[in-house]
């Protein structure tokens, strides 16, 4: 029962264009999201979050947007930069406080 | 801030022994802490969390006595393997949240393989 969904596995921008990730949920009882940043062989690095009273959030260069109604999340990187190049895990938690995360999405961005 | 070390990084122990991986928050006082494992191409998937000076939560399907976790400290969690075999072979990543935070730091992982 995969309860946070990233149907893209991997995703090809080139610099400076917008690189856009894409999440589903399903339990209606998560009230938080977040993304992380992953290289190999190291921990999620946190990038940003929302709650569910949100439905958008910036920060920088990165901005995530929650669609609750569709129960969708996404997070834009604009311009992307090589160095973004990275799986990216969305990741969902109710007020337990336990994460639950997409199976990644890996961002190659081609200079 | 909200740094998270992990020792060691890298870890090879023989078949039946038992290996012991700390998680320290280096800037914060962790609440709460959480153990993960992640198999290659896959997604991370939580083990179990604990809070400083009580028993750890242990998700569905992961053996309490195989993998021991303390949580000493507000500052210091151990995950211990016990008894490992090949197929525990992993990467272990653990997490701490702080204050009301939602937000988890993440340690940068240990590698553990099992000969």
């Known amino acids: 029962d995969q309860q946070v969904k990233q149907n893209s596995p991997s995703l090809s921008v080139q610099e400076g264009r917008i690189s856009i990730l894409n999440c589903d949920y399903t339990?209606?009882?998560?009230?938080?999201f977040l993304w992380y940043k992953k290289y190999p062989a190291e921990g999620p690095t946190f990038l940003i979050s929302?709650?569910?009273?949100?439905d958008k959030n910036e920060d920088g260069r990165f901005t995530v947007f929650l669609n609750k109604s569709a129960k969708h999340l996404s997070l834009h990187i604009v311009p992307s930069q090589p160095g973004d190049s990275a799986v990216y895990f969305c990741?969902?938690?109710?007020?337990?406080?336990?994460?639950?995360f997409g199976q990644g999405t890996t961002l190659q961005v081609k200079p | 801030g909200a740094v998270v070390s992990q020792h060691p990084s890298r870890v090879i122990c023989k078949s039946g022994t038992s290996v012991k991986i700390e998680c320290r928050s280096l800037?914060?006082?962790?609440?709460?802490m959480f153990w993960y494992r992640q198999f290659p191409k896959q997604s991370l998937m939580l083990m179990a969390t604990?809070?400083?000076?009580?028993?750890?939560?242990?998700e569905q399907g992961v053996e309490k006595d195989k993998f021991l976790i303390n949580h000493a400290s507000l500052t210091l969690s151990t995950l211990t393997v016990t008894s490992a075999h090949p197929e525990d072979s992993s990467f272990y990543i653990c997490?701490?949240?702080?204050?009301?935070?939602?937000?988890?730091?993440f340690g940068p992982g240990t590698r553990l393989t099992v000969t």
């Open positions: 997490s701490a949240s702080r204050g009301q935070g939602r937000e988890q730091y």
């Open positions: 339990n209606s009882m998560f009230d938080y």
């Open positions: 929302i709650s569910s009273i949100k």
């Open positions: 990741a969902a938690t109710p007020l337990t406080g336990k994460l639950i």
């Open positions: 800037d914060f006082q962790a609440t709460t």
């Open positions: 604990s809070n400083e000076g009580s028993k750890a939560t242990y």
